[in-house]
């Protein structure tokens, strides 16, 4: 397997860390990650994606061997999408392709409905805009956010090894411990006589408020680069098949697949989330979303 290249890519008010596959004068590809993992959420499909591409995949800040913010300050989404444009900028890259899983595919989301001009293409893994609201837990939601304790300081659980860490990180995400290793491996750092997570605590805290569906759909519509969304059977429970299917209607120019597996697609099946990558990276997707 082809070793990926370590990048720092310092942004005005922190830097970012990133992996890097492929030929520095090919096409790039920058890829986002999901909530709580890294750059090494594609150690699986990137090498099979660098012989036409520059795969550049992004810690997010707070994440992996990415700056956590100051003190007192909080992760937002809108930050996020800040953040990746920024990076962008860094890159010297003036218009790429993103490919984002989770909660990258909803930060690539939002990107291309920012700046549209910079988004060549849109290849989403298990994501299309970020978590919503219908209005029915807004206020318990708000109330139960800015009762939490903040994060800042809190003690982190220390782990004896880096395969009880592997275990306790395959309980929580569902994902087998030796296919999250790239991730696992990434995200942990020497604490004494064990070993801690490197992600921010603060990562982990309620979000007070979110955007109502109806917000959502019109960011969406937005979306001017050409889309495909790869969706994994059966549908995770905060994926319902009505919302994404909405959700899809709203994009010009999309095409939405389906692929039995969980919701860590690429590092499941990376021969088959490369080929349909590579499918749609060489031709214009259909203008009708089909779920």
């Known amino acids: 397997m082809i070793a990926p290249r370590e990048r ?6 922190l830097t970012l860390a990133a992996l890097e596959w492929g030929d520095a004068s090919a096409p790039a590809l920058v890829a986002l990650h999901g909530w709580l993992d890294n750059g090494g959420s594609f150690a699986a499909l990137a090498p099979l994606l660098a012989s036409s591409y520059r795969v550049i995949a992004l810690d997010l800040p707070g994440h992996g061997h990415s700056d956590h913010l100051p003190a007192g300050v909080s992760y937002h989404y809108h930050d996020h999408v800040r953040a990746v444009l920024a990076a962008l900028d860094a890159l010297e890259l003036p218009r790429c392709t993103l490919l984002g899983h989770s909660l990258g595919a909803g930060i690539a989301s939002l990107a291309a409905a920012a700046a549209p001009a910079r988004i060549e293409r849109l290849h989403l893994i298990e994501g299309l805009g970020p978590l919503g609201d219908d209005g029915s837990h807004t206020l318990q939601r708000y109330r139960d956010a800015l009762a939490a304790p903040p994060a800042d300081g809190k003690a982190l659980r220390v782990f004896r090894s880096i395969e009880q860490a592997a275990s306790a990180r395959a309980i929580a995400s569902g994902l087998a411990a030796e296919l999250a ?14 070993w801690q997570w490197r992600s921010d605590p603060r990562l982990v805290r309620p979000t007070a408020v979110r955007l109502a569906e109806t917000q959502i759909h019109a960011l969406l519509a937005g979306i001017e680069a050409p889309t495909a969304l790869l969706l994994a059977q059966p549908a995770a429970p905060y ?5 994404m299917q909405a959700r899809a209607a709203c994009v010009p120019r999309i095409e939405v697949a389906q692929m039995a597996g969980g919701h860590h697609l690429q590092l499941e099946y990376p021969q088959a989330v490369a080929q349909w990558a590579l499918r749609h990276l060489a031709s214009a997707p259909h203008a009708a979303p089909a779920l």
Do not use: F, K, N
């Open 8 to 13: 720092r890519i310092a942004l005005p008010h």
């Open 181 to 194: 290793r790239p991730i696992i491996q990434r995200g942990l750092r020497e604490a004494g006589s064990g």
């Open 239 to 243: 994926l319902p098949a009505a919302t």
